[in-house]
């Protein structure tokens, strides 16, 4: 019971302590495992064992890699450590009411959006991929030529239907997406428009919360004696990258009302899009190893911000708001 009253009290904070202690025991439960299991190399090759294309890392690719492996099954929990802990806090502070208002996110656009102008944002959604796809693929060709985009190519597709198809349903495959945006956007977000702060700070706060809930995985990674100036490096690259998806999926998150359908599209995509890129040729031709996706991410955020301001299109804040009885921890 003490537990129980605890959580009513802080709910935001209970979510996000069960998150990141769900993350760090999926990695000390792996280390505990097999310590000299070589994770990365072993699941991309086994990928493409299984007969998926090597850039495909995504529930199906990864369940087909969890049958030969269970270790691998730890992805699918870490990555659901938002929603567990989103689905455990809710039924212990808000009971049947708080875990249906919460499953409403799952609606592709909730009350007082006009179905017309719902349609028009998915297909904003929709075109702007398709638009950051071609930019990627142009600049792998102009990096590395046909024989680097070919290699890539696969990934996304060879031919219309193949395309449309793994398009569509890469944005709801990506295991992060899918599995993260019930914490982060079905209930975190509501929680800190609720307690009073503008969707843009909301957008920050999130993003750096997003980050530190990442790090558990880099351990492995420190321990092994990684170079500290790569590994800041690609933290900041990674921060830029959270930073713009936070301003993004805020923005369609309030235009449809308080839907975690975009945030999972969005995410999605993100992945699904980079596709398109030959890391190896657009690396070389770069002067600065960054990851390219920061850049045009974080421009595409800012015109966000230009366009809608710090409100990011909220509309209605009940529409985004957690309303449960119990209303928030103050």
Not at 45 to 58: P, Q
Not at 69 to 90: D, E, M, R
Not at 248 to 260: A, D, E, P, Q
């Amino acid at each position: 019971m003490r537990a129980k009253s605890l959580v009513s009290r802080y709910p935001f904070w209970s979510f996000y302590v069960l998150a990141v202690a769900i993350a760090c025991g999926v990695v000390l439960l792996r280390a505990f495992q097999d310590p000299s299991f070589d994770y990365g190399s072993t699941l991309f090759a086994t990928i493409v064992e299984k007969g998926f294309h090597k850039s495909t890392v995504n529930i199906v690719s990864i369940t087909a890699v969890t049958l030969d492996y269970s270790i691998y099954f730890g992805i699918f929990v870490f990555a659901g450590a938002p929603a567990i802990a989103a689905l455990v806090v809710t039924a212990m502070a808000y009971g049947r009411k708080g875990l249906k208002e919460l499953g409403g996110r799952f609606r592709p656009w909730r009350e007082g959006v006009p179905a017309r102008e719902a349609i028009g944002l998915y297909a904003v959604i929709i075109l702007g991929y398709l638009v950051v796809m071609g930019l990627f693929a142009l600049v792998t060709l102009y990096a590395g030529g046909r024989d680097a985009l070919s290699e890539v190519i696969g990934g996304v597709g060879t031919s219309v239907i193949p395309f449309v198809i793994l398009f569509l349903a890469g944005a709801f495959l990506e295991e992060g997406g899918t599995l993260e945006e019930l914490g982060w956007r079905g209930f975190a977000l509501p929680h800190l428009l609720g307690r009073g702060l503008n969707p843009l700070k909301a957008s920050l706060v999130i993003a750096v919360m997003w980050l530190i809930w990442h790090l558990p995985r880099e351990v492995p990674t420190l321990i092994a004696g990684t170079d500290l100036g790569a590994f800041f490096l690609g933290q900041f690259m990674f921060f830029g990258a959270l930073v713009a998806l936070s301003v993004i999926i805020t923005y369609f998150f309030n235009r449809l009302g308080g839907s975690v359908i975009p945030a999972i599209m969005i995410y999605g995509l993100f992945i699904h899009c980079s596709r398109t890129l030959n890391w190896e040729a657009v690396s070389a031709m770069l002067p600065w190893p960054i990851d390219l996706r920061v850049p045009v991410f974080l421009v595409i955020a800012l015109v966000v911000i230009w366009v809608a301001g710090r409100n990011l299109g909220l509309r209605d804040q009940s529409s985004s708001v957690l309303t449960t009885e119990k209303g928030i921890e103050q």
